[in-house]
């Protein structure tokens, strides 16, 4: 496949600020007005942290990288069994990275750039899938990216939206594992970083992010035709926010956490048959830096800052997205 990349485009970016809040991790599921009895606790994670990124594959999610508490980018790999509740040990990565991205292509885990640190510096280029229990290094990506969202759509595995080696990338990378090589597509309309990207219908959903620091959080949502290699408008987010994460399932794109002054709770999702948003209930431990994937007709959510900067959790909750909402 041969697609043609945007005309690049000139864009002020403001550096991200890393508030370093050093505080602990928390949370248990909270009262009604906050999700209440629609969320279910799931066994917490074995080590708090935050910036993961997760994907689910064949009933478990693994959730790879991130910050540890005391800042150092790590590469651990750990791995929760939806219908045991538990967790295992997985094979770490290679290099410690945070702000990576990850997805399921086929039945395989792939986990792509990141920040290699420390803090949010050196984005990678390199590209992992996991075979056989061990962490295969594929071509590198053209460029390195970090903070950008990765999905599965057709057979090739998109990268949207992030940090390249010059601020704000302003292209789609896709891998094609037939071919096992890149090529690169048009970018988003609205560059972007921080964002929730997620793939249903044959099409890619990128929405939210932010251009620099959390004061600039965006409610942009779009979606990409591969057969056309468009991007498309779509009606906006309603909560502006950056530092979230999106999964999809039961026909809805749902967008979950972020940051700004504080941690968003507001968990919303894109109908996409009726081609609207609304609004599911509320995450009880409000984050950002979160892995967000469905498995089934249910929506996990793990790990992430309980506030805005560097701060961590271990929280796993489950909103089963078929079942009735108040």
């Known amino acids: 496949m041969t697609v043609a990349a945007l005309p690049a485009r000139t864009r002020l970016v403001r550096p991200v600020l890393l508030v370093l809040l050093l505080a602990g991790s928390a949370c248990s599921v909270g ?18 942290r935050t910036e993961v990124t997760a994907a689910a594959q064949s009933g478990r999610i693994y959730v790879s990288g991130g910050f ?55 984005p990678s280029d390199r590209a992992f899938v996991l075979r056989d229990g061990t962490w295969e290094e594929l071509e590198p990506m053209p460029e390195p990216r970090a903070a950008a969202g990765a999905a ?12 390249g080696p010059n601020g704000l990338a302003e292209s789609t990378l896709l891998w094609d594992p037939a071919r096992e090589r890149w090529a690169v597509a ?60 999106a999964a999809s399932g039961a026909g809805l794109v749902v967008a979950v956490g972020g940051e700004a002054e504080a941690t968003f709770s507001e968990v919303e999702a894109f109908d996409v048959s009726a081609r609207g948003w609304r609004t599911l209930p509320e995450l009880p431990t409000p984050r950002h830096g979160l892995g967000v994937v469905t498995s089934g007709s249910k929506l996990y959510v793990v790990a992430g800052g309980v506030q805005p900067g560097l701060t961590f959790s271990s929280a796993v909750e489950v909103l089963d997205l078929r079942r009735p909402q108040a």
């Open 31 to 48: 009262d009604e007005t906050k999700g209440g009895r629609a969320w279910d606790a799931g066994a917490a994670a074995p080590t708090p």
């Open 68 to 122: 540890v508490e005391g800042g150092a980018s790590t590469g651990a790999v750990e791995i929760y069994d939806v219908e045991e509740d538990s967790w295992s040990a997985g094979p770490p990565l290679p290099l410690g990275l945070n702000h990576a991205m990850s997805t399921t292509l086929g039945d395989e885990v792939y986990v792509v750039g990141g920040y290699r640190g420390p803090g949010l510096s050196r």
């Open 152 to 163: 599965p759509v057709n057979g090739l595995l998109l990268v949207v939206g992030g940090v």
């Open 186 to 245: 048009p970018g988003l309309g609205v560059p972007r970083q921080h964002l929730g990207v997620t793939a249903l219908g044959g099409f890619v959903y990128a929405v939210g992010g932010r251009t620099g620091g959390v004061s600039t959080n965006l409610d942009d949502a779009e979606r990409f035709d591969l057969r056309s290699a468009r991007w498309e408008r779509l009606p906006d987010l309603p909560t502006a926010r950056g530092g979230l994460a």
